[in-house]
């Protein structure tokens, strides 16, 4: 199963809102995370079963979807998450995931 | 709190062969199902193999199927992944990883470096 992502990057001011979309090669029911990763760090789950937050990550990310299509959105955009943003598929190995999004500093 | 160590990484000719192993901390092993998953320099993240909590089942990328083999030993609580015949394109980090509650990841370790080269 292939991802994409989209965009593959994008300038944005702290207090954005900020919305990636991963989109699959075909259907993965709710099957999806999300992680965030840092340079020179492991990357972090944010989201898992599409819409569910992990424990201890803040209200201002929320994931959607199913099927093909899903969203990542950061509802204001704070300094601490200029980072980049990647999606992977759990409903079939092997476990994709998508090419990233890199959030920067407009 | 889980703690997932790398260890074996280096450098490497091509066509070699490297073991790097993942020793765990922290939570019950034998109950977990783990990864690796590596990263070149600069470039995204890369599922690279999976392995089943009792061991009986693993699984991996088209890109390494037939040269890379994965195993555990849950007397030291320690992943390990064969690498052979390494190419170029193997170089990267590789990261060990723990499942969550499904099949998601949810605990890394801070990876370990492979660089093939002459």
């Known amino acids: 199963i292939q991802l994409t992502q989209s965009p593959s990057s994008l300038s944005a001011s702290v207090g954005d809102r900020v919305t990636i979309t991963c989109r699959a090669s075909?259907?993965?029911?709710?099957?999806l995370a999300w992680y965030q990763q840092k340079p020179g760090k492991a990357p972090k789950v944010l989201i898992y079963?599409?819409?569910t937050l992990q424990s201890g990550v803040p209200s201002r990310f929320s994931g959607s979807g199913s099927g093909t299509d899903f969203t990542l959105t950061i509802s204001s955009l704070q300094p601490e998450d200029f980072a980049t943003y990647y999606c992977q598929q759990l409903n079939t190995y092997p476990l994709t995931f998508g090419p990233g999004t890199k959030v920067d500093i407009k | 709190e889980v703690q997932l160590l790398e260890s074996g990484g280096g450098l490497v000719q091509p066509g070699g062969s490297l073991r790097l192993s993942c020793a765990a901390s922290g939570f019950t092993f034998n109950s977990y199902g783990m990864y690796w998953v590596r990263q070149a320099p600069g470039k995204g993240l890369e599922w690279v193999s999976g392995i089943s909590a009792g061991g009986s089942s693993t699984h991996f990328a088209d890109s390494v199927k037939g040269r890379f083999t994965t195993s555990r030993d849950t007397s030291k609580n320690t992943l390990y992944l064969q690498m052979n015949s390494l190419r170029a394109d193997d170089t990267a980090a590789y990261y060990c990883?723990?499942?969550?509650?499904?099949?998601?990841?949810?605990?890394w370790g801070q990876g370990t470096l492979v660089t093939v080269s002459p």
């Open positions: 990883a723990k499942e969550g509650s499904g099949w998601w990841i949810d605990s």
């Open positions: 079963a599409a819409s």
């Open positions: 075909q259907g993965i029911s709710s099957y």
